[in-house]
């Protein structure tokens, strides 16, 4: 593992408690700082700003020079895999991203090879190796991917959908095409966080946004079994790397989570309390969370009376203070500084 031992998240990932935890926030790069606004108005669209090294480094840097979190996560988004494996993948204004779809064993079969992924994903290395260069030494690199469950449901229904039916009803209906699929994610998400971890990134976060709609041995299946290959796969290349697994919305699934999948940390998002994940997910070691994103927008006495909340409940045990889910565009920058000062402050 590179870093220092002064980085305090590596230290959190470590087990180690700390006085104060160290914060960092999903998607603090992002809409709700006019800088982001207008560094991806000179990019041009979304995915110009993704492929544009020193532009999306830009903007991983924004919030870090603004606020100085503890760490940085690289920008970029996780249907780049998908669209790395030959899938078309276009965004659409004030709706979000399209994406051509992969629903027969024959558009299966027609992804690229995992060896071909590196090409297409080039840019997004070169952003990591910019960051490493350009950071702060005290401030932790984190690189990232989707889960395969959550990348698939996209890559199904050609969007995101709340219910992910599509992807539902392929796994009842053609089953062994469905898992052709979640196998091809799993090995090609192994490549992609390794060629991170080479180009800097220090830690690695699993994003399975849609992990709480698995139910029963579904989520044993496509959302424990896939997080496990992929760490073991990731740690035995990379000895010491510490991974962050979030689960969302995975409930009663957060409970041993981390003991099932080999991951040094588990994100939990707001639709749990923080006293029930200390009490429950803690004991198996560090935790992120989980402030709900609304209060980033209301601020006042709640902000600072529910962020004191987070912190105290985690406070006998490892814990990164951060969301339960990303930071909404109409977020106040003001509340954003408020939050980390009452993190700070203790």
Known sequence: ??????????RALAGETLPVPPVWMMRQAGR???????????????LSLCYNPELAAEV??????RYGFDAAILF??????????????????????RMETTTTATEVAALRPTTAIHDTLAPVYETLRILKRELPEETTLIGFAGMPWTVATYMIAGRGKEEQAGAHRL?????????????????????YLSAQVEAGAEVV???DSWAGSLKGQDFQDFAVKPAATIIAALKARHPGLPVIAFPREAGEGYVGFAKATGADCVAVDNSVTPEWAAQHVQKDGCVQGNLAPHHLVSGGEDLIRETRRVVGAFRNGPHIFNLG???TPDADPENVRIMIETVRQG
């Open 1 to 10: 593992m590179t870093g220092k031992p002064d980085k305090t998240i590596l």
């Open 32 to 46: 709700y700082l006019p800088e982001y606004r207008a560094t991806r108005a000179e990019a041009g669209d979304f």
């Open 60 to 65: 991983t840097l924004q919030p870090i020079r």
């Open 76 to 97: 970029a988004d996780i249907l780049l895999l998908p669209q790395a494996l030959g899938r078309e993948l276009w965004f659409e204004t004030g709706e979000g991203p």
């Open 171 to 191: 796994k009842a209906e053609d089953r062994a095409t469905f898992e052709a699929l979640i196998d091809r994610l799993t090995e090609a998400t192994v490549e």
């Open 205 to 207: 976060k699993l994003f």
């Open 325 to 327: 889910h990303g930071i």
